[in-house]
């Protein structure tokens, strides 16, 4: 069982903006990276390219195999790594030394980065762009329902709100404040 250890504030320095905007970039291209690449080897297979990420295109039920695999490959990139090897870090945020806890600096659990990373950014959110417009696909074609371009633009205006609550002093998206949780920037050795 992991200790939920706390951050002695000698570890900890303030939180850069810029610093953890450059982090999303990264997480952002990586995670989208893994989402897309069991899209991508079902596209190889029933169109011959890898750019087919369309999974609505894709023949039944294969669109939904692809994209159900797309989103667990999400997970495991946000939600797996961060708890089962780097602690509370995203391969973005162990670069740039920065770290996810939660609101009394003790360490994440996996649910707290379902319910952020997951819930929040993703579903919530839509600021994972690939993982969300992939969930999205999946729920319209499971439900048959067309959700894809409202929950798009639904995303849309809740990131952009979260974006202003970053802005706030205590720079807590809303993804933050739904699973308790901050960004630490760690200290450098």
Same mark, same amino acid.
């Given at each position: 069982?992991?200790?939920?250890?706390?951050?002695?504030?000698?570890?900890?320095?303030?939180?850069?903006?810029?610093?953890?905007?450059?982090?999303?970039?990264?997480?952002?291209?990586?995670?989208?990276?893994?989402?897309?690449?069991?899209?991508?080897?079902?596209?190889?297979?029933?169109f011959?390219?890898?750019? %087919?990420? %369309?999974?609505?295109?894709?023949?039944?039920? /294969?669109?939904?195999?692809?994209?159900?695999?797309?989103?667990?490959?999400?997970?495991?990139?946000?939600?797996?790594?961060? /708890?089962?090897?780097w602690?509370?870090?995203?391969?973005?945020?162990?670069?740039?030394?920065?770290?996810?806890?939660?609101?009394?600096?003790?360490?994440?659990?996996?649910?707290?980065m379902?319910?952020?990373?997951?819930?929040?950014?993703?579903?919530?959110?839509?600021?994972?762009? /690939?993982?969300?417009?992939?969930?999205?696909?999946?729920?319209?074609?499971?439900?048959?329902?067309?959700?894809?371009?409202?929950?798009?633009?639904?995303?849309?205006?809740?990131?952009?709100?979260?974006?202003?609550?970053?802005? %706030?002093?205590?720079h807590?998206?809303?993804?933050?404040?739904?699973?308790?949780?901050?960004?630490?920037?760690?200290?450098?050795?």
């Amino acid at each position: 069982m992991k200790k939920n250890k706390k951050h002695a504030d000698s570890q900890v320095e303030e939180v850069s903006l810029s610093r953890r905007f450059f982090a999303y970039l990264i997480d952002w291209y990586l995670g989208g990276l893994m989402t897309a690449l069991p899209i991508a080897m079902f596209s190889m297979k029933q169109f011959d390219t890898v750019q %087919n990420q %369309n999974i609505m295109t894709f023949a039944p039920p /294969t669109g939904v195999i692809a994209g159900v695999l797309g989103v667990l490959f999400a997970l495991v990139y946000y939600v797996v790594i961060p /708890t089962a090897c780097w602690n509370g870090q995203t391969v973005g945020k162990r670069m740039l030394r920065l770290k996810i806890v939660q609101q009394d600096d003790s360490d994440v659990s996996f649910g707290t980065m379902v319910l952020r990373q997951f819930i929040g950014i993703i579903v919530i959110e839509g600021g994972l762009v /690939t993982a969300s417009a992939v969930w999205h696909q999946v729920a319209e074609l499971l439900t048959g329902v067309s959700l894809v371009q409202p929950l798009m633009y639904a995303g849309l205006v809740v990131s952009v709100i979260s974006a202003i609550f970053v802005l %706030n002093q205590q720079h807590l998206a809303i993804h933050d404040r739904l699973a308790s949780t901050k960004v630490i920037q760690l200290a450098a050795k």
